[in-house]
């Protein structure tokens, strides 16, 4: 409903700016847990790979972006340091997830540059991503999962000669992502650092 709410609003302004690529990134994850004293974890590197498209208001620099992304996002998680876990034999683990996600953005470009634009245009954009489980590894049974999460998401880039865009950002999940079964209070939500590229089609 918000992305059609969004488009209705694009369209109502002017003939909007179509246009889609292929978005390819890489993440730093950290599976962070509510209960910091129970045990550490280490960030890791992930990726992801899919299919974005745009539609921007010509001469304004609004406009609205969506994607779908295959994403790994992963982190090391020191069972082990603590006497529940190591009794059971659960030692230190890379926790890896695979994620079908669907991210909307508001984003605006500075387009006003006397002719550099053509060249290189900043921007900013921000929204929700819709992060949905497609798979994980076991982790010797020590976690269940979130199935569907929503995570909010901000970043700013560069669009490179009308086709190219470089972006960084950071995201965080609203919800809970996991939680140990024992001791199930012990709840985690991802905060992951990102950089993407997308090469678009006209």
Not at 168 to 178: D, K, P, V, W
Not at 179 to 184: G, W
Not at 187 to 202: E, I, L, P, S
Request: proline letters at 2%; a neutral charge; glycine letters at 10%.
């Amino acid at each position: 409903m918000l992305a059609i709410a969004l488009l209705c609003t694009v369209s109502s302004f002017a003939q909007p700016e179509r246009r889609w690529g292929v978005t390819v990134g890489g993440n730093y994850n950290e599976i962070h847990f509510k209960q910091t004293d129970i045990f550490d974890s280490d960030r890791m590197f992930g990726g992801s790979v899919g299919a974005t498209g745009d539609l921007m208001i010509p001469g304004v620099g609004f406009g609205i972006d969506a994607s779908i992304l295959y994403t790994l996002r992963q982190g090391k998680v020191y069972f082990g340091d603590r006497h529940a876990w190591e009794s059971q034999g659960i030692e230190t683990q890379a926790v890896r997830l695979h994620y079908i996600d669907v991210p909307l953005n508001l984003k605006f470009r500075y387009s006003r540059l006397n002719g550099l634009e053509s060249t290189i245009m900043p921007f900013v954009y921000a929204g929700p991503t819709f992060s949905f489980l497609a798979g994980h590894n076991k982790v010797d049974d020590a976690l269940t999962y979130t199935t569907v999460n929503v995570l909010l998401h901000a970043g700013i880039g560069v669009e490179l000669f009308n086709k190219v865009q470089i972006s960084g950002g950071y995201s965080f999940s609203i919800g809970q992502n996991l939680k140990t079964k024992i001791l199930d209070d012990h709840v985690a939500k991802q905060r992951t650092w990102f950089v993407q590229a997308t090469y678009f089609f006209k």
